[in-house]
């Protein structure tokens, strides 16, 4: 069935395992979402081949030519600078690549790059926990910790796309486990979803004190169940993990001044008792002037990136 409309718009969320793909109209209505599968043998050289012939194939189906597409929005899992080049998608297979030309070139359509996490937290701002907000901060706590800045509706990444990194800032000097960034004492080494179950596991580990994770799996599920559950082992990491993710909070706000904090990923799915926890330590380490800031939670899960990629199109 044709649509409707005169003109819309593709967003491309490119993964490790998947590539998920929306169709879009100015207003942000989704049409049609997809995903094809990440290709990354041969050094990921068939990615954004696979990408185009997904959007050709789509226009071909709905009758649609390019007069009819605004543009293409994609976003990758690396540092994408403002030309649209990637400085490596270790994930991918890609070295440096400017994805954005590169993909005008196979669709001969506009298109318009990013940083999947920058891209997601333009998703969440413009339909999702952020919306109706210009200036926010939206960290994504899943594997690991990642995040975008908007200011003044503008996502800022930075002269090389590495802007929002925040599961980078030092936050503990007396780490001695090494991050996957390869330095010490990372916001995500404690506020991820395998920082949670480290900060467990030490805990657990420190003296025989009665909980229920004791003797089952520990994840980051698990230790907010019980949190829920009264467990007073596991209320001391969730108090943990307040603390460190709200001193990283803190810091950031003093940079940026957000209106609010958008939290998604996987952990935030424990719901509105891991923003309590935040919500405390946060007060007492911010500056006065971001004090005020609010905490939402995030409302596209996986569909953030394509609505990110969207709206890129659209700026």
Known sequence: MDIKLDRYCFGADIGGTTIKLGLFTPGGDIVKKWEIPTRKEDNGSHILEDIAAAIKSEMEV???????????????????????????????????LNMQQELNRLTGLMVRAGNDANIAALGEMWKGGGEGFKDLVVV???????????????????????????????????????????????????????????????????????????????????????????????????????????????????????????????VSKAGEVLLDYVKKYYKQYVFHASADAKFKLAKLGNDAGIYGAAKLVLE
């Not at 800022?156 to 802007?163: A, D, H, I, N, P």
């Not at 929002?164 to 486990?177: Q, Y």
């Not at 467990?200 to 799996?217: F, I, N, P, T, V």
């Open 62 to 96: 709905r009758g649609l030519s390019k007069d009819n597409i605004i543009g293409v929005g994609a976003g990758a899992p690396g540092p994408v600078d403002k030309d649209g080049v990637v400085y490596k998608a270790v994930n991918l297979g890609w070295g440096i």
């Open 140 to 266: 994504t706590l899943g594997t690991g910790v990642g995040g975008g800045v908007i200011i003044d509706g503008k996502v800022v990444s930075g002269c090389l796309g590495g802007g929002g990194e925040i599961g980078h800032i030092h936050i503990e000097d007396n780490e001695t486990e090494i991050c996957g960034c390869g330095n010490k004492g990372c916001l995500e080494q404690y506020t991820s979803a395998t920082g949670i179950v480290r900060l467990a596991k030490r805990r657990l580990e420190k003296d025989d004190m009665e909980s229920r994770l004791r003797g089952g799996e520990v994840t980051a599920k698990t230790v907010f169940d019980a949190v829920k559950a009264g467990d007073a082992l596991a209320i001391e990491v969730a108090e943990q993990f307040g603390e460190y993710l709200a001193k990283g909070l803190a810091t950031v706000a003093c940079v940026t001044n957000p209106e609010v904090f958008v939290i998604g990923g996987g």
